[in-house]
């Protein structure tokens, strides 16, 4: 079975600029999550789909990140303008079921390096 | 006090002994419990999740204490391979939070 997908795995950019990545997760599975994960933390959730709806989006700094998932399947998650405070790991994970919390897989992650 | 709070150690413990370390949580209407593991510069794998009644696994056992709000993970005859980064994740008012991870390394 495929693992959850991510792309680039590595993106340098300079501060200002805009930045997107891709995530494709595991066949069948309902809810998506991204995560920004800082060197030495634990994963931020970001904003959690269940299916094409977003379940939460509290923490999602909306005037620079956005974040969609229009088919129900994979999903984009996008920085404009990035600030050097957005430089971390930002994970794509999914779990099977919708409506409780469950096994998380996660992808490989973007490292991002704002300069 | 934050929500989920976990010692980052660095946790040195030889090869063969048993560790054990803990996650609180400030939430006591947190239902779901989960340790995951972390390989450096790699992503979070689920490691077991947490019951009311505990549970074990080979080596590791997980317990939750509602009454003292925290949950824990014991390590038996730990092996090279079990040094990595061990994560909490939980529910909190609907959101899900980790834990920033407690770092174990195990020396021959």
């Known amino acids: 079975e495929a693992g959850v997908a991510q792309s680039p795995r590595y993106k340098i950019i300079e501060k200002r600029q805009s930045v997107a990545f891709w995530c494709n997760p595991i066949s069948g599975h309902a809810t998506l999550y991204w995560y920004q994960q800082i060197l030495g933390q634990g994963p931020k959730l970001l904003i959690q789909f269940q299916n094409n709806g977003v379940v939460d989006d509290s923490q999602l700094p909306k005037d620079r990140f956005s974040a969609e998932r229009l088919k129900g399947v994979d999903s984009t998650l996008k920085i404009q303008p990035a600030k050097l405070e957005d430089s971390a790991v930002y994970l794509c994970?999914?779990?099977?079921?919708?409506?409780?919390?469950?096994?998380?897989?996660f992808g490989p992650g973007t490292r991002l390096t704002v300069t | 006090r934050k929500e989920v709070e976990q010692d980052p150690g660095p946790f040195n413990v030889p090869e063969g002994a048993t560790v054990a370390f803990n996650c609180t949580y400030s939430?006591?209407?947190?239902?779901?419990f989960f340790w995951y593991r972390q390989d450096c510069r790699k992503e979070p794998k689920l490691l077991m999740s947490v019951y009311s009644s505990g549970n074990e696994d080979g080596r590791f056992t997980a317990q939750l204490n509602r009454a003292s709000q925290y949950i824990s993970l014991l390590i038996r005859d730990s092996k090279l391979s079990d040094s990595a980064t061990y994560l909490c994740l939980m529910d909190s008012n609907y959101q899900l939070i980790w834990g920033a991870g407690t770092k174990l390394i195990i020396k021959p």
């Open positions: 939430n006591s209407a947190s239902q779901s």
């Open positions: 994970a999914s779990s099977l079921e919708a409506g409780v919390v469950s096994e998380q897989y």
